[in-house]
């Protein structure tokens, strides 16, 4: 969650958080206010990232391997560029395009591939794209596939069709594939309720501990709060 121009602009992880906890994104709205030094990652949380990334890597190496042609999308460079080089590689049509921008306000976001499927008209051409992330879990969960829907409906701006199929590269290999007209439907509800939620003018929460603590940047001051009421 941040801001752009003066708008407020959000990610699938901050659909993914609401989800999970309705008072982290009350505390990620207060820090658009009010910014608050947060503390940083632990060792968990820092090991955890970088098994992502190489697992990431090692599904961007199978696809090379298959002989798949790749366009690689800068990390860095606004977003406003990003998305520029992600249409322009649309356009272009490799097999594969890596960490590609998507935008369609007030949300955003970074897919991990977008992977190349013939014989789908689009506005592309006689082509268009499915949506793939990796994911270090054995099993795809319901967040997931709320991650990928976001995804799903910003891509089919840029193409004009909504991609046919989205995939989770699990951590052990397999790859999870669901059909997005079977689930989009689940994910426009859920950013209703986040968009609903966010807009609402007075929204009073409570920090209690739930499933969603493990992960949240927001743990040690909840726990604060905690620990000052026993």
Same mark, same amino acid.
């Given at each position: ?59 961007? &190496? ?18 406003? &560029?990003?998305?520029?080089?992600? =249409? ?19 949300? +955003? ?28 879990? =054995?099993?795809?969960?319901?967040? +997931? ?7 799903? &409906? ?31 439907h689940y994910g ?22 739930c499933g969603h ?9 909840? &726990? ?7």
């Open positions: 969650m941040r801001e752009l121009d003066g708008a407020r602009l959000f990610s699938a992880s901050d659909l993914v958080n609401f989800l999970g906890c309705g008072h982290a994104t009350a505390l990620d709205l207060r820090q658009l206010r009010n910014p608050v030094v947060l503390p940083g990652d632990d060792e968990q949380t820092v090991l955890l990232q970088e098994k992502g990334i190489a697992h990431e890597i090692a599904y961007l &190496e199978r696809l090379r391997g298959e002989g798949r042609t790749i366009g690689e999308i800068p990390t860095d460079g606004s977003l406003e &560029e990003r998305v520029a080089l992600t =249409r322009a590689a649309l356009t272009a049509g490799p097999d594969v395009i890596y960490q590609g921008a998507l935008f369609g306000p007030p949300w +955003h976001g970074f897919s991990d591939f977008l992977l190349k499927v013939p014989g789908v008209p689009s506005r592309l051409g006689d082509y268009a794209y499915d949506i793939a992330d990796t994911k270090l879990a =054995r099993t795809a969960k319901p967040k +997931h596939v709320i991650q990928l829907c976001v995804y799903a &409906e910003l891509l089919e701006i840029e193409q004009g069709v909504p991609p046919p199929s989205l995939h989770v590269a699990l951590g052990a290999g397999a790859i999870a594939t669901v059909r997005t007209d079977d689930v989009r426009a509800i859920a950013r209703q309720r986040f968009e609903a939620f966010v807009g609402a003018a007075n929204v009073v929460t409570a920090a209690e501990p603590c493990t992960f949240c940047r927001w743990r040690a001051e909840c &726990e604060g709060v905690w620990d000052a009421t026993e």
